[in-house]
């Protein structure tokens, strides 16, 4: 089972906030093992990202993530933004391509220095882009591509939302936790869902939801869903109580899984596991309340086809609701694209 992944959000609305971005990355880098050379890659990725935020974007916020919690050691830097956007992010993404009279390396320094770099962007309602710099060159997910955003609501330290993957070569073991309110005690509630749930993620979701539930006795409570997704036999299992929105994608209409009222930790009338069989070019969105259901990826051409973390950071920034923590985690298996 591998750690928590672990996330620190930054407004990029002051021209600090680059070296602040560049440090925590650099911090963030060197935790999860990279090299040298590649830890001086990822504070280049952070500087030119930060910095094209600053001059560009409206709204604009960067998200690190330390890797190994979705299964491989390495630093995602994910950057958000309701600016003016992009009609070509292919030419905007080459070196030497500049739109402000500048040389022009930033956004193609960026996509060279990343060994995984996806960017989605509309013009007039911003853009979301991802780079990736890993530890090493071993890939133990194998076809599994895990994103996720997860940030508390403005003016809180610790975000009441959490999440946690367990992922096997054909399988994976997903769970979304809310805490009640947000804050310290709705953190500490999340965590012991998160705690609750590694030790029993090779168990069917709803052993894992009853223990989970157990566990939060004594807790704030939380709502809390979990999913089993099979690949090889494009099926998924899920079990959840309370307000986590469950999503499965790609087919030809948007599939909502179930969840039963309640809060895990103190009211749980019935739990019960659902399944479902997953199109042929599936994908899995888990969110909490803290974004709304009214989202529809069909509103975004192509987006679909993104990297999940792309996924996650548009549906995170058109849906948010602003007055909550947010999660929101994507899974795919590339077997089935």
């Known amino acids: 089972m591998s750690p928590h992944a672990l996330t620190c959000h930054f407004p990029i609305d002051d021209p600090s906030r680059v070296a602040e971005v560049r440090r925590a990355a650099a911090k963030i880098a060197r935790d999860e093992g990279l090299t040298e050379t590649a830890c001086s890659e990822a504070e280049i990725v952070a500087t030119e990202i930060a910095t094209n935020l600053l001059k560009h974007a409206t709204q604009g916020e960067i998200q690190l993530t330390n890797l190994f919690g979705c299964g491989r050691p390495g630093i995602e830097i994910l950057s958000i933004d309701r600016g ?18 500048t040389a022009g390396t930033g956004l193609g320094a960026v996509a060279r220095l990343s060994d995984e770099f996806d960017a989605y962007s509309i013009p007039g309602k911003g853009t979301v882009l991802m780079s990736r710099i890993w530890a ?23 975000s009441g939302d959490n999440w946690a993957i367990h992922l096997e070569p054909d399988g994976a073991s997903l769970i979304v936790a809310d805490g009640l309110g947000h804050g310290v005690l709705a953190a500490e509630a999340s965590q012991e869902a998160v705690t609750a749930f590694r030790n029993y993620a090779a168990d069917s979701p709803v052993v894992a939801l009853d223990q989970v539930h157990r566990r939060l006795r004594g807790t704030r409570g939380a709502a809390v869903a979990i999913a089993a997704i099979d690949a090889a036999r494009s099926k998924m299992r899920y079990a959840g109580i309370g307000n986590i929105c469950g999503v499965i994608g790609g087919g030809p209409r ?4 179930v969840s039963h009222n309640g809060t895990a930790g103190h009211e749980a009338r019935k739990l019960q596991e659902f ?9 899995v969105i888990m969110h909490s309340d803290g974004i709304n259901t009214s989202w529809n990826l069909d509103r975004y051409p192509g987006l679909i086809h993104r990297h999940p973390s792309i996924i996650a950071g548009v549906v995170y920034r058109d849906a948010s609701r602003n007055r909550d923590d947010v999660c929101i985690v994507v899974v795919r298996n590339s077997r089935n694209r």
Do not use: K
């Open 275 to 283: 399944s479902y069989e997953l199109p042929a070019h599936w994908t």
């Open 136 to 158: 090493s060159d071993t890939n133990p997910i194998g076809s599994w591509s895990v994103g996720a955003v997860a940030a508390p609501i403005r003016g809180e330290e610790v």
């Open 84 to 101: 003016p956007g992009m009609s070509d992010i292919d030419r905007c993404s080459r070196d030497g391509f500049s739109s402000a009279g």
């Open 254 to 257: 948007m599939q909502s899984m």
